[in-house]
């Protein structure tokens, strides 16, 4: 099933292979922004990462009852995936999966930069491509009316597209969030900011699905 996840993906996204010998396991999307961030802060090159688990993984194809540490002399699908960098307030940071920035889930502004499909069970992002070079963003201040419709849906992928969000795929953007907004990365919240520079890293990472 390499490269027939998404709508439009080519069945050329994805190539079978033994995953490499030095390739880190990551089971979640922290996990995975992590090697990045740490490798970018050392001025070093990305290292292979095998995804045993997170929302990245689900949408590149692996069910969560395949999440597995990797054995010695494995195989997967190889892909080149883009890696979204934020600077928030200032300060660069890493994501491979999603950035959300929100009060709440039920008020106010929701801002949602999607690099995956998935938001945990959400199918928030059902157009994501996570090696197109473009981030799926989503900005959004809907009636509670809305929320609640729209949160039903949230499984399926069926809430876009829809009036009162804003959709755009995006290289490179800024936002105000003033007066601010909770950040999440990868579902970590990293605090509230003010300002957010949004670009892509396109195909910085390859990623190892097991098969």
Request: proline fraction near 8%; glycine fraction near 10%.
């Amino acid at each position: 099933m390499i490269g027939e996840r998404g709508p439009g993906w080519g069945v050329d996204f994805g190539v079978a292979g033994e995953i490499p010998a030095d390739a880190l396991a990551a089971g979640s999307d922290p996990a995975a922004a992590r090697i990045v961030a740490e490798a970018r802060r050392a001025n070093l090159a990305i290292p292979p990462v095998v995804l045993t688990g997170g929302d990245l993984a689900r949408t590149l194809g692996l069910a969560p009852a395949r999440a597995m540490s990797q054995p010695e002399g494995a195989t997967g699908a190889r892909f080149a995936i883009d890696v979204g960098a934020a600077l928030v307030d200032g300060r660069l940071h890493w994501f491979v999966a999603h950035l959300v920035a929100r009060r709440s889930w039920w008020r106010g502004r929701l801002l949602v930069a999607a690099n995956a499909s998935f938001i945990g069970r959400w199918n928030a992002a059902p157009r994501s491509h996570p090696g197109d070079g473009r981030l799926d963003v989503f900005d959004a201040d809907p009636p509670l009316a809305v929320r609640l419709a729209a949160r039903r849906r949230l499984p399926s992928g069926s809430h876009v597209p829809h009036p009162r969000i804003t959709q755009r795929r995006i290289a490179a953007a800024q936002y105000d969030l003033d007066p601010g907004l909770d950040v999440y990365l990868d579902g970590v919240r990293l605090g509230q900011a003010r300002t957010l520079s949004l670009r892509v890293e396109p195909g910085a990472l390859d990623v190892w699905i097991p098969t």
